[in-house]
């Protein structure tokens, strides 16, 4: 079993252009989560993500904590069953908890793989620049 690491902070421009990729690669994703969503786990994954002591888990902070004097809500995203200790995952969505860990760790294969797709022109050039570059939301 890998260490679990520490998922860096990614720049705005990093995390729009990671859900871009991971869109374009899954859109199905959309059905399951949605635009806000994503923004917010855009903005979660400002800061670094820290795994739990359990294989596969991460601590993610409420998004509504931070700033404030409340202790810290923290909730657990499980890649490894696919699930997250927050109100919106037991709803059956993918929340922004589990989409934030989903940037940090599918982000960069999720680039690598429209690269590819662009060298065997499935995509054009045009559409990966797009895909990298463009605006999110769009
Ligand atoms: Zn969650």
Redesign the pocket.
Known sequence: MTRPRILRALSREQAYAYARALLFIFPQLLSRTSDGRIERASRIVRSPIFPNHLPGCYE?PSESMIGTDARRVI?I?DTLHRT??????AKGYI????LAVALSTHGPEAIRKLQKMRLSHEISSADFQEIIEGRYPA
């Open positions: 993610v909730y995203v997250c200790t927050c109100p919106d995952s929340c922004k908890h589990r």
